[in-house]
């Protein structure tokens, strides 16, 4: 039998193995191994659900408008399924794809029993297609989103952004990832774009996996309900998931996909350690290897992990230390082999400096930015175009806050009080940055790519829902 034809006939076991439960990749494994002469037996993973990974839409591809219908859906969550809220019946949404430099045509069908508008998390685009709580629309509605993609390679999502409803709607599912390329990001050879090695078929994730962890809560017929109890860890919408892996290195996307007050403390077991590449903006200034990363709602941490570190037949934890959660298991299933290293050095980025004025945003209560409650027809303050400002968001308590805003990215210049530092996680560019008790966080913001208005939020969707939020006009 050639080479080729071998080739052909293991990517054909993966593929279909993988594709219903990953059990024909043990098989694959154990022949494998019995031409080497050697047995060897997986350990008993059977207790874990597999990961769902969401269908990727390139835009690229596509000649029309790509549409995202929100509507109820009974899903398979691992062990059980129930009733969900998701766009074009998966959960979470579709993950799309686009380029820096092209544009984007996306339209919103609301088949919900009520208002909703999508929010392009992270994305840099004008008011019309932001997703502001003023664009909503009813049962029915439609909205045409078209932008183009002005800012560098990233995990961006999306979510819905309806007022006092935004909560509900992203426990019940509503979410999606949003992956951004460029020329830079490109040139890195990172693990998507690594071939497989030695003429093995790449496993069915591929070397680059989003991973969106979230909280949830279900009621007693096993549907998804609203709560802010998050009682029940998901990523990608599984309960207990596994996914098998590769002795290799991979990229993970991680999105903080919580609406409640959830900090994850995400770390790996058997000793591994996260080499934090991204956050919300793209690729850190240079590669760091962390052992933790907190991570709160809207939150997005880009890490390599290598998992040659390990023997195969290991189930490598990825933990959320501080809820004593064993959220997904790496099971490593396979061998294939893999001599590719993580970057040494990653584009530079042009530090924000001398900002011409400060503005002060205080957090308080549950329901307050600088005294005020959210209301959807008041402008709170203008920021002239192309000024870079400082930022300075304060709370006395109540937290914590993923304080986000909508039309530009920022640099953590500094923290004090509290923890009083600034981590590895929050360099380059960030859109949400995490505010505890007692601490001051400072940011330096440049807004210069639209005029028009935008908002500024606390991200923990309770405390967004009851008016932790404002807008602003860029003039
Ligand atoms: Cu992810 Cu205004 O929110
Ligand atoms: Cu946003
Ligand atoms: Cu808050």
Known sequence: MSVDRRTFLKGAAVAAGV??????????????????????????????????????VDLADLTEPYQLEAAAATLNFGPSSGLAWVYNGVFPGPTLLARKGDSAQLKLL?????????????????????????QIVGTGGVYDYSFPIVQRAALNWYHPHPDMLTGEQAAMGLAGGFILRDDEEDALGLPASRPPATGFPAPASGYEVPLVIR???????????????????????????YLPVDRALYRFRILGGF????????????????????????LLPE??????????????????VDFRRVERGTEVLLRDVDAGRDVLGFQVLWSFGDDSQPPEVLPSITPLSSPVR???????????INGLVYDISRIDFQVPFGDTEL???????????????????????????????V???ERGWKDTVLLLDNETVDVLIRFDAYRGEYLIHCHRMQHEDRGMMSNFEVV
Do not use: C
């Open 19 to 56: 594709a219903v439960t990953g059990s024909t990749g043990i098989l694959l494994s154990r022949s494998a191994d019995a031409r080497r002469g050697r047995r060897w037996v997986p350990p008993d993973w059977t207790a874990r659900n597999r990961l769902f990974i969401p269908p990727v």
């Open 110 to 134: 609301n088949k919900l029993a009520e208002d909703t508008i999508i929010h392009w998390h992270g994305m840099v685009v004008d008011h019309p297609n932001d997703g502001h709580p003023k």
């Open 215 to 241: 909280d949830s809560d279900f009621d007693n017929a096993g549907n998804l309900k609203h709560s802010e109890s998050g009682a029940i860890s998901m990523v990608n919408g599984t309960i207990d998931p």
């Open 259 to 282: 609406h409640t007050a959830r900090v994850a403390r995400i770390a790996l077991s058997h000793g591994l350690t996260f080499t934090l590449i991204g956050n919300d903006g793209g």
């Open 287 to 304: 590669p760091v290897d962390v052992s933790e990363i907190l991570v709160s709602s809207g939150e997005r941490v880009d890490v390599l």
């Open 358 to 368: 400060t503005r002060t945003f205080t957090f308080d209560g549950m329901s307050r």
């Open 391 to 421: 930022w300075s968001f304060t709370t006395g308590g109540t937290g914590p806050h993923p304080v986000h805003v909508h039309g530009a990215s920022f640099q953590v210049v500094s923290r004090t009080g509290g923890r009083g530092q």
């Open 423 to 425: 981590y590895p996680w």
